[in-house]
């Protein structure tokens, strides 16, 4: 099948958008997210390259003609579809609303704080008078850096100082801008700024990045070396997670239970990710804002209150797993993607975007020889605009528009093939960097950005970035292909396929045998006799092990026999990597092969049932 070509200028022409502001009299392209509740409305922005374009009022409501050809969809180009799945530097966090934050000094220290991702760590760094980005950050340095360009707030020259300033608050009680202290002996000894979200933000020694290894056996010491795996350092500030965080409709804030966290002295000390604070001081009392600090809240990038709707909610629905299939598969941005859709067809209100049309995000042209003509507006290049009839791509569906995007995003122009790069996620550290590069791109609207992260956040549609909760029947075999939801939930180091089971009491590459192994490797203790892999819950409890019905990250989880494919008459067991909202990340063995390690995303259904135990090592 020959797919047509665009028409493609030599050069980008910037079209400037129709307007920013809506207008008293709205056509159905114009009425884009028209808020029931009083919300702000958005008028679509203008688009970059002349094959694709924002149409005027007259050219949503006219047809002037229509070309018919073939119904096929065009497959995506296959060099680029990737084979790993790059995680955002936001592991996780999604920047809310400006509407949303009870005080708006704590939007401007969460925007400089963003600033401050993926810096270098440096003990030895100190605050320097200059308000300009450092180089590098100690623990300390970057929470006073971050108080005092935004906020002119002297935190103190050490710990004890920084634990004065404010007043004590509840764990249960956090707010976005609030210090997290670390605890050693009753003295604080580390710090970080609460950001949203059970997410925080800290300066810290970097950790390493390992490769998933399959674990060979009978060995009494296994490098990274000998495996061949690559470390790499990652950068000293970075987000993380509260453990076992939650928030109920109120707002209020719940963290794992010492109970629910139980585990071994030695397997904390294993993890590769800090327990929660021990306390938290609020500083924001009557400070008043820098000159950076007014810049930052001037600039913050999710800024438009839009408010839900349920004809957006309908609209998401209809496209949101076609652009997560294609988002993982192809590199880009699902969530990014929704929204330019949501912003170009005004919620699919647009006659362009409805059937028989299904143009989602205004290309020009023709699709396997179908097009429509519509009227819309050029401009001149002084910003003087003027009406024309163009031909506009006609999709047999929504898929077949969203993946000519995706080839679009990831082909570039006739002119310059990485045109949209700095969309790509290998490119784009997050979702925020990527509205940033299609601004002034793909549409000229300075506000374009903001409009995009602002419906992102109102819809929480960096949901779609990531894989959906697997069901018990999917198995992942690499560690970048777990969803980031539960990846950066991870804890422990890899398995370094070392047999400590010298008993022999558990077959090589069973079940038993590796989370055995596992638990031993981490500083924990199971009994060399546990039974099959569906006993463990019962023989472990009359051992003296204590067994809950909560997920617990740590701790052997024991299926009973045909639960999550087990085996019927043996049951199974697993090891415990992460505890989601929706479900635990095991990994497991015997699986995939006898000494391969795998994961699976157990959802809820089963996780939180009386289908299984969870035990704790000892």
Not at 150 to 165: H, P, S, T
Not at 426 to 447: H, M
Request: proline content about 5%; hydrophobic content about 30%.
């Amino acid at each position: 099948m020959e797919t047509p070509k665009e028409t493609k200028p030599e050069k980008p022409v910037i079209k400037e958008p129709e307007t920013d502001k809506p207008t008293s009299n709205k056509s159905e392209k114009e009425q884009s997210i028209k808020e029931s509740d009083g919300g702000q409305q958005v008028v679509d922005a203008g688009v970059t390259d002349s094959s694709h374009e924002t149409q005027s009022e007259e050219s949503t409501t006219t047809v002037v003609e229509t070309n018919t050809g073939d119904d096929s969809t065009n497959e995506i180009d296959t060099s680029f579809a990737v084979d790993s799945l790059t995680s955002s530097d936001l592991n996780g966090f999604e920047l809310p609303l400006l509407s949303s934050f009870a005080d708006q000094r704590q939007a401007a220290l969460i925007a400089q704080g963003l600033k401050t991702l993926s810096q270098p760590f440096d003990k030895a760094a100190t605050l320097s008078n200059e308000r300009s980005l450092p180089e590098s950050f100690s623990n300390r340095s970057l929470l006073q850096y971050l108080y005092s360009s935004v906020l002119d707030v002297n935190l103190g020259e050490d710990y004890d100082e920084m634990a004065q300033v404010g007043e004590r608050v509840s764990l249960d009680q956090l707010q976005p801008g609030d210090l997290l202290f670390w605890e050693n002996q009753g003295q604080p000894t580390k710090v970080a700024m609460y950001l949203a979200e059970g997410k925080y933000l800290m300066a810290d020694e970097p950790l390493q990045n390992q490769n998933v290894v399959i674990p060979s056996v009978n060995k009494t010491k296994t490098t990274l070396e000998e495996k061949g795996a690559q470390e790499d350092s990652l950068p000293g500030v970075r987000i993380y997670t509260l453990q076992g965080y939650s928030e109920d409709e109120n707002g209020k804030v719940r963290l794992a239970s010492s109970e629910e966290g139980t585990l071994p002295e030695k397997m904390i000390e294993s993890s590769e990710q800090h327990a929660n604070p021990n306390f938290a001081q609020r500083v924001l009392a009557d400070q008043n804002f820098t000159l950076i600090g007014e810049e930052l809240l001037a600039s913050y990038s999710a800024s438009i209150d839009f408010r839900k709707n349920p004809v957006t909610e309908s609209f998401i629905a209809s496209i949101a797993e076609d652009a997560r299939e294609l988002g993982l598969q192809y590199d880009v941005y699902a969530s990014v993607m929704i929204a330019q859709a949501i912003l170009e067809t005004g919620s699919g209100g647009s006659l362009l975007s409805k059937a028989p049309y299904y143009n989602l995000f205004g290309i020009k042209g023709l699709y396997n020889g179908n097009s429509v003509s519509m009227k819309t507006m050029e401009d001149d290049g002084t910003g003087n605009l003027y009406q024309i009839t163009a031909a506009f791509r006609n999709y047999p569906n929504f898929r077949a528009s969203l993946t000519d995007y995706v080839s679009l995003i990831r082909g570039g122009t006739g002119y310059n093939q990485t045109f949209y790069q700095g969309v790509w996620r290998s490119e784009a550290k997050n979702y925020l960097q990527a509205t940033a590069f299609l601004t002034g791109r793909y549409a000229t609207d300075t506000s374009y950005n903001n409009k995009l992260n602002s419906l992102i956040a109102t819809y929480h549609l960096t949901q779609y970035d990531e894989p959906r909760v697997a069901d018990a029947g999917v198995i992942i075999t690499r560690r970048d292909a777990i969803p980031n939801s539960y990846a950066e939930k991870m804890i422990f180091p890899d398995y370094n396929g070392v047999d400590y089971n010298h008993s022999g009491s558990y077959p090589v590459g069973q079940c038993t045998w590796y989370v055995y192994n596992r638990i031993a490797q981490l500083g924990g203790t199971v009994d060399d006799f546990m039974g099959n892999g569906g006993e463990w819950g019962q023989r472990g409890a009359s051992l003296g092990y204590r067994t809950t019905q909560i997920p617990t990250v740590g701790y052997a989880v024991s299926f009973h026999p045909g639960v999550a494919s087990s085996s019927k008459q043996y049951g199974h067991v697993a090891f415990v990597e992460a505890v989601g909202p929706e479900g635990i990340l095991v990994s497991e063995g015997n699986v995939v092969g006898p000494t391969t390690v795998s994961y699976r995303v157990i959802p809820n259904s089963i996780a939180r049932t009386n289908q299984v135990t969870y035990v704790a090592p000892k």
